[in-house]
């Protein structure tokens, strides 16, 4: 799979041949969150999303309700099918996860892709920086924290991380590096005492799988596109669909376009 184009990617996908999580695949170009909600739901969420940047940095929106495909970010796309796997929301409450959405699509349905972490991985493994998500094989450790957002409407709550540890020399490289990607959660929010923001356990992550955490080494933490999802929880719509947490659609559009220098 490393070897595929995001094209290539996305047809295994569509065709049951992949349903893992997607780091480390499709070297230099945006994978993305998603949020697909009903119409009436969509301008608030929209407002959320523009209010806080960080958790949910905006890389595209359905151009109009019941559309499959970001063009911005795919011509060939079909939201129902390019993503490893779902997860189906009822009243706030998850129902179900699937590996295709076709059943569950309606044509009120507006989809939202959010910048993803993935995509600063690469630029910190450029730099000579373990990703030890990555190096171990795994997905990368998420958590809720007492971050608050700022509310929108019907949608608020509190922050989602994940977290890379890091010797303290290479935490201040990455915040260097990370700056330089705001569309995909840009710099850490917080590095050192996890208690501090509310994380009780570090080793008992609320998403993804635990890492190791060396001797000398602090976890750092950025703002995660999983936020929407505990967010998704308390606004309580009636119907939504996320990705899966590490499981994302995988664009066309190249990192590099994302850079702000």
């Not at 059943?103 to 493994?125: H, K, M, N, Q």
Request: hydrophobic share 40%; with cysteine.
């Amino acid at each position: 799979m490393q070897s595929m184009t995001p094209r290539e990617i996305r047809l295994a996908i569509r065709n049951g041949e992949y349903n893992s999580n997607t780091s480390g695949l499709a070297g230099g170009f945006v994978q993305a969150n998603l949020a697909i909600l009903p119409a009436e739901w969509a301008a608030e969420f929209l407002l959320f999303c523009q209010l806080n940047p960080k958790p949910c940095p905006l890389v595209g929106v359905a151009a109009s309700p019941g559309d499959v495909a970001i063009e911005t970010l795919a011509a060939d796309m079909d939201i129902r099918t390019d993503v490893p796997r779902y997860r189906v929301f009822e009243q706030g409450q998850l129902v179900r996860e699937v590996e295709d959405i076709r059943d569950y699509w309606r044509d009120d349905l507006v989809t939202f892709a959010l910048g993803c972490s993935f995509s600063f991985e690469e630029a910190l493994l450029a730099d000579g920086l373990e990703v030890r998500n990555i190096s171990e094989g795994v997905n990368v450790p998420m958590y809720r924290t007492n971050l608050a957002c700022k509310p929108a409407g019907r949608f608020s709550g509190d922050m989602v991380v994940s977290m890379r540890p890091m010797k303290p020399a290479d935490a201040i490289r990455a915040i260097q590096i990370c700056s330089r990607f705001p569309s995909v959660h840009g710099a850490p929010v917080h590095f050192g005492d996890p208690e501090a923001i509310g994380i009780g356990d570090i080793n008992q992550p609320d998403f993804g799988d635990a890492v190791s955490i060396r001797e000398g080494e602090v976890p750092v933490f950025w703002a995660c596109g999983v936020t929407p999802q505990v967010v998704l929880e308390q606004a309580r719509p009636p119907f939504c669909i996320t990705h899966s947490p590490g499981h994302m659609l995988v664009t066309d559009l190249p990192n590099s376009k994302l850079s702000v220098f």
